[in-house]
């Protein structure tokens, strides 16, 4: 089975304060993204990488950064932390195809940023 | 509890029954559907996909129909189990990402 992991379930940031969310996934994918997933808004793609140093920017990437040195690892940048972005934070990953190839989630980390 | 489900459609099923849960989506190209199952406090789990070159898939107590006519996706769950309350929603494929519709709940009722 696929498994994603994020590095933390729960996490309280202040105002400003630069945030990383990391994910790591050991099926060899190469493909990775992170979501945002806010009540009644589904889920909302920031950034997106099919491959090492390589990212896209998603729908909503301001505010946001992203690194991908190794294959198996994506970590998501909040550059100053700011209360409109506390969420559920959602990464996932896929084989390469594409989006003909089902995405795979971790559990999230739901983020407060007080 | 999580508050990603806070205004969603609900359907209450009682225990036993079969569940239907819909879904409309919007790109008539699409052509890769998939069925993501949320429990409360957990990730999305992949459930069973759909190629648009099939009307029905079949899996362990579920079904997937598609009516690419209308754009109608439905996701049918046989002998509903408490196990079986959660949040679900279906994604279509788009260019290079997915789009994720906001999702059912359901609640089994015992």
Known sequence: DVKVTQSSRYLVKRTGEKVFLECVQDMDHENMFWYRQDPGLGLRLIYFSYDVKMKEKGDIPEGYSVSREKK??????????????????LCASSLQGGSNQPQHFGDGTRLSIL | GESVGLHLPTL????????????????????????????????PQFIIDIRSNMDKRQGQRVTVLLNKTVKHLSLQIAATQPGDSAVY?????????YIFGTGTRLKVLA
Do not use: P
Request: overall charge negative; charged content about 20%.
């Open chain 1, 72 to 89: 198996e690892r994506f970590s998501l940048i909040l550059e100053s932390a700011s209360t409109n972005q506390t969420s559920m934070y």
């Open chain 2, 12 to 43: 209450s099923v009682q225990e036993g029954d079969n569940s239907i849960i819909n879904c409309a989506y919007s790109n008539s190209a699409s052509d890769y559907f998939i069925w993501y199952k949320q429990e409360s406090g957990k990730g």
């Open chain 2, 89 to 97: 929603f279906c994604a279509e494929n788009g260019v290079y990402k």
